[in-house]
């Protein structure tokens, strides 16, 4: 079964391996040459597809084309390389460009998933009998589009990681004058209003104490991003530990969201070679 169609599957690929350097296939400097030939890149690149949407472990993925380690080996050349990164900025300038961002409108939330094996961003969990928990606070466009995200343990506070998160609006360049910021109410503090204050940012915050349905405000957007990232199972239940490997991982499923929305989107409005027959 495959991990992604294949109308998602190519163009990811096709982008991402025009990020990946040149190697030859033998070690140049092997004495004689004939020496095991590397694995494929579009090998080990598929196998992590399967990991992210599936959540199995490395060695439950292997199989006669690759062992467990050769994947964590690549996959930790590409991050060391910032692949992952560079890929997903890629697919939001090209979302941009095709489509258009709506950043006059952005909202910021956490989310907490479980870390079973702990790691470097787990914490005490308050809604999971205090077991090893992630939050990641992200934020999304007006339509629901990852712009970035922070890591931290589970029982950190949304509201302190709030700047660190708007400060992942530096890298996407030119920003409108007026923008709001939805927020829930978990940031209904004097210090919220004066943090988006200084950076010239509205606040449309939900009042602690008052009952109002998330589709009352444009916060539903963010909802539903993090609603597809759990989507993939490696996200939503995380066992890896270091931290740059859970932000690779974040970085590859922000750019297939990305990526698919654009295709979903433009089907109607632009035709390209290998376009689905029907929309997506």
């Keep these: 079964m ?13 982008q991402f391996a025009t990020l ?12 004689l040459g004939c020496h095991r030939p590397r694995i494929s890149d579009r090998i080990i690149f598929d196998k992590l597809l399967q990991l992210l949407r599936f959540g199995c472990s490395y060695e439950a993925i292997t199989d006669t084309t690759c062992s467990a380690t050769t994947i964590r080996n690549r996959r930790d050349e590409w991050i060391r390389l910032g692949v992952f990164a560079r890929l997903k900025q890629i697919a939001l300038e090209s979302y941009d460009r095709i489509v258009g961002l709506v950043l006059d409108q952005i909202a910021v939330d956490g989310s907490i998933t479980k870390a079973p094996g702990g790691g470097e961003v787990a914490g005490r969990s308050p809604v999971d009998r205090g077991k090893q928990g992630l939050k990641r606070s992200g934020m999304t466009d007006g339509y629901g589009i990852p712009l970035g995200r922070v890591l931290a343990g589970a029982n950190r506070h949304d509201s302190p990681l709030l700047a660190p998160t708007l400060d992942r609006l530096d890298d996407l360049g030119p920003l409108p004058d007026d923008m709001t910021v939805h927020l829930d109410a978990g940031y209904d503090s004097d210090k919220t209003h004066v943090l988006l204050g200084e950076r010239g940012l509205h606040g449309r915050i939900a009042h602690k104490g008052d009952k109002a349905p998330i589709q009352a405000s444009r916060r539903w957007h963010v909802e539903r991003t993090h609603a597809w990232q759990n989507a993939f199972h490696r996200l939503a239940r995380c066992y890896e530990r ?27 409005t632009h035709r390209w070679d290998n376009r689905p027959k029907r929309r997506p």
Aim: glycine share 0%; proline share 13%.
């Design 20 to 31: 990946l350097p040149e190697r030859p296939v033998y070690h140049p400097d092997h004495p």
């Design 242 to 268: 270091r931290a740059t490997v859970i932000d690779a991982f974040f970085d590859l499923a922000d750019a297939i969201i990305s990526v698919r929305s654009l295709i979903r989107q433009s089907w109607t």
């Design 2 to 14: 495959p991990a992604l169609p294949s109308w998602l599957t190519e163009p990811l690929w096709d």
